[in-house]
């Protein structure tokens, strides 16, 4: 079993950053794909983005070129870096693997606003 915890959430203006980390728990997270979700108000959960074992990421169009992914598997940590932030990206942010998904914990809460 995995455990995961998402943390880093905050206040944020638009244009602004924020980093967001997940911890990991379990011997498997290195065999892992790993995604970042989000949950923005009166919407479904949504996967924006994955890492690869090896590293390599991909991101949902509306992110893409703003987040980045990557991991530290020696640390079973993953980080989301958010640039440019949005309105829109106002969202409670989860991690977990993209298969098989495990518990999806509180996720940590992003707000941006001016």
């Known amino acids: 079993q995995v455990q995961l915890v998402a943390s880093g959430g905050g206040l944020v203006q638009p244009g602004g950053s924020l980093m967001l980390s997940c911890r990991a728990s379990g011997s498997v997270f290195d065999a892992l794909v790993m995604g970042w979700y989000r949950q923005a108000p009166g919407k479904e959960r949504e996967r924006i983005g994955y890492?690869?074992?090896?590293?390599?990421?991909d991101y949902e169009e509306s992110v893409r070129g703003r987040f980045t992914i990557s991991r530290d598997n020696s640390k079973q940590m993953m980080f989301l870096q958010m640039n440019s932030l949005k309105l829109d990206d106002t969202a409670v942010y989860y991690c977990?693997?993209?298969?098989?998904?495990?518990?999806w914990g509180q996720g940590t809460q992003v707000t941006v606003s001016s």
């Open positions: 977990n693997s993209v298969g098989p998904i495990y518990d």
């Open positions: 890492i690869e074992p090896n590293g390599e990421t």
